[in-house]
């Protein structure tokens, strides 16, 4: 038996890693399908259950005829297959979709699946009643296996590589594998593939248990407790009742949301797994204490700004309309910051009591700060942020002093040599791709306004941010088919980074 369940590991270990997510992913379909079926939905049942058998079938067929072959590639193909993930295997994500659904067109059904694998919840069915709920059930288990795959893909294939917010701490240039690590993982590229879901997959799994359960408890219909579980930890920000307007759970949910949403800011959070060595403790690290002072420091200047501007207006029920105000507040900074989207329920009580208007750059700058590095959230994130706060600290005190020499404080040991020039040089990429893409979409026929908010939302994978952010939403099945492309690689781009992009391209992965 023992003998037998390490040959099947091996064979495992031997498939390419595009194969086994297509093969996860087509054994998922079940799960709606179940739910259909219990639902009396036949037809949508049987849409999951027939695309998920079809899925099982080509898996093992390409399984088979590849069960000899022993792959070449190291990280950069696991990078690699992480692209054909996130742009290929939504092809597959939407047959059921489209299948289900049959009032859309194929192309809707695979941006909301890119959209979903990529944790941005751009909401292409912007009504909820539209969809049945093992559809709903079907786009937050995309979004939230779209998470995991980040959860894992960050300490396996991004770390080594020093990309993905590593390259500001490692030692080793953006996109080479480091030394001493290659050398060790070189023998088996897999090992540390498997280590790290065996390590992460029951801390991610645990953890939506736990947030389905508390929402259950808090008064949440089973179906939206699940989803809002699963898009929480994935960020995604995917809701089958159009967000917490929708919810059933009032402040209590949000209160629960709102506290595992801290697992975005910082990978200290669940793992220390990349934590280099002295700084595995929580309260020094510096992106978790830069999202603290930003969740806590931006509601409180709003505040104080809400509180200025309606004093005059109320004399008795100011005091409970202010703390409204800065929970709200509370709540859609940390939702946005960590790429979620979800918007507190007593943000929009806010906005009207302080005769405020439409804070659409608030919203976009808090998602193009971002979460964490490894995590879920997208963004340019806080590590990055952080490495030029101490770079332009450092160029202010060469005015004052020329001739000084930086000491190494407790922060910026953390941020290597040029750690802060690769920062810039990632911002600067992430400046070009956003003018980039927002040319192309208005060349195909967007205005300013709309191509920027889609533009942003796209790169920092916050999908609301295209309802939230301008005074009147954006119809995502409005735009063209040229458009949904350009939006669906922004996707993508915004997923894996610009420098991932560009360490594809190394001949060293097309050599071999």
Known sequence: MRHSKQQNLSTLRRLPL???????????????????????????????????????IIVTMIAISMQNRVPRYGTLGQLLALLATFAFLPVFLAVPLHDALQTTSFLNAYFDMVSAITTTGADMFPDPDRLPSAVHLWRAMVGWMGGLLMWIAASAILAPLSLGGFEVTTRGEPGRAVAGLAQIERADPRGRLLRVVRTLAPIYVALTTVVWVLLLIAGEQALTAICHAMSVLATSGISPVGGMNGSTAGITGEVILFLFMFFALSRLTFSSDTATSGYSRLDKDPEFRIG?????????????RHWLAAYEISTSENLWLGLRSLWGGMFTVMSFLTTTGFESNDWEEARKWSGLGTP??????????????????????????FALYLNGLREMERLVHPSSVSGEGGGNR???????????????????????????????????????????????????????????????????????????????????????????????????
């Open 360 to 385: 659409g750059l608030i919203l976009m700058g808090l998602a193009m700060i971002g979460g964490g590095v490894a995590t879920t959230a997208g963004g340019v994130k806080l590590l990055r942020v």
């Open 18 to 56: 595009f194969l086994l997510i297509w093969g996860v992913t087509a054994l998922s379909m079940w799960i709606p399908a179940l739910l259909a079926l219990n639902q009396d939905n036949h037809p949508v049942s049987r849409s999951f259950f027939y695309s998920g058998i079809l899925g099982i």
């Open 414 to 512: 953390r941020i290597q040599k040029d750690g802060a020039f690769i920062a810039w040089v990632f911002f600067m990429m992430f400046a070009l791709s956003l003018a980039v893409i927002c040319l192309a979409l208005s060349a195909l026929g967007s205005g300013f306004d709309e191509a920027l908010i889609l533009g942003i939302s796209a790169l920092t994978t916050t999908g609301p941010l295209i309802q939230l952010a301008s005074e009147v939403p954006i119809r995502l099945t409005d735009l063209g088919p040229a458009a949904k492309g350009v939006m669906c690689a922004a996707m993508v781009i915004g997923r894996l980074e610009t420098l991932a992009i560009i360490a594809l391209i190394t001949p060293n992965l097309w050599r071999n």
């Open 292 to 304: 603290l002072m930003i969740v806590v420091g931006v509601p409180i200047l709003l505040f104080l």
